[in-house]
């Protein structure tokens, strides 16, 4: 990730990883920050969509949810040992122990909080969304979400998203929160 001319005068010194439900805002309110403090933003999907030539659907109907989550590990690791910037990883990439032990080491992990309504209004429409390809999405969404949210609590920082806040207005909550948290941004020369 290499770094870039910001908007903010501070530096970022470890990566931002974004966490959290799918429908969050992980992606848009993670580049709207790397933008804000001009860095390199990253999606641990993307990433690992372009190296399998294949979407997150595929790999899960092709390879199953374990093989996805081995090589989601591997990209978020590469992905924290480049030159610090935001990276946006998948929902459930912040379940694995040794994940967040990971983040906790070469990062700081960022948890966007939105609440139910707001997630499903966010996803109801998205069939991308492999976990909610069920009879009842909405219930699938409700049981992820209460298995998650203890777990995306562990986070160093949590900011709350909120309905009808625009994506900027988040990025900034974000960056406010980083500078609150300490040892994440430093002033710039």
């Known amino acids: 990730m290499a770094e870039k001319q910001g908007t903010f005068p501070v530096r970022l010194v470890k990566t931002v990883v974004m966490v959290g439900m799918m429908g969050a805002g992980k992606t848009a309110v993670g580049r709207a920050v790397a933008a804000k403090?001009?860095?390199a933003f990253c999606?641990?999907?993307h990433e690992i969509e372009a190296a399998a030539n294949m979407s997150i659907a595929?790999?899960?109907?092709r390879d199953g949810e374990a093989f996805f989550r081995r090589k989601e590990s591997q990209v978020i690791e590469r992905l924290l040992r480049a030159t610090p910037g935001v990276l946006s990883t998948g929902g459930g990439a912040f379940l694995s122990e040794a994940n967040r032990d990971l983040?906790?080491?070469e990062g700081v992990s960022v948890w966007l909080d939105a609440d139910l309504?707001?997630?499903?209004?966010?996803?109801?429409?998205?069939?991308?969304?492999?976990?909610?390809q069920t009879s009842d999405?909405?219930?699938?969404?409700?049981?992820?979400?209460?298995?998650r949210t203890p777990v995306y609590a562990k986070a160093a920082v949590r900011v709350k998203a909120e309905p009808g806040l625009s994506i900027d207005a988040m990025a900034h909550k974000v960056i406010e929160a980083l500078?609150?948290?300490?040892?994440?941004?430093?002033?710039a020369a």
């Not at 595929?58 to 109907?61: G, H, L, P, R, V």
């Open 103 to 105: 983040i906790a080491r």
């Open 137 to 147: 999405p909405l219930g699938t969404l409700r049981g992820l979400y209460e298995a």
């Open 179 to 187: 500078k609150d948290h300490g040892g994440v941004l430093e002033k």
């Open 43 to 45: 999606d641990s999907d």
């Open 117 to 132: 309504d707001l997630l499903w209004n966010r996803v109801r429409h998205k069939a991308t969304r492999p976990l909610l």
């Open 58 to 61: 595929e790999i899960f109907a």
């Open 37 to 39: 403090l001009g860095v």
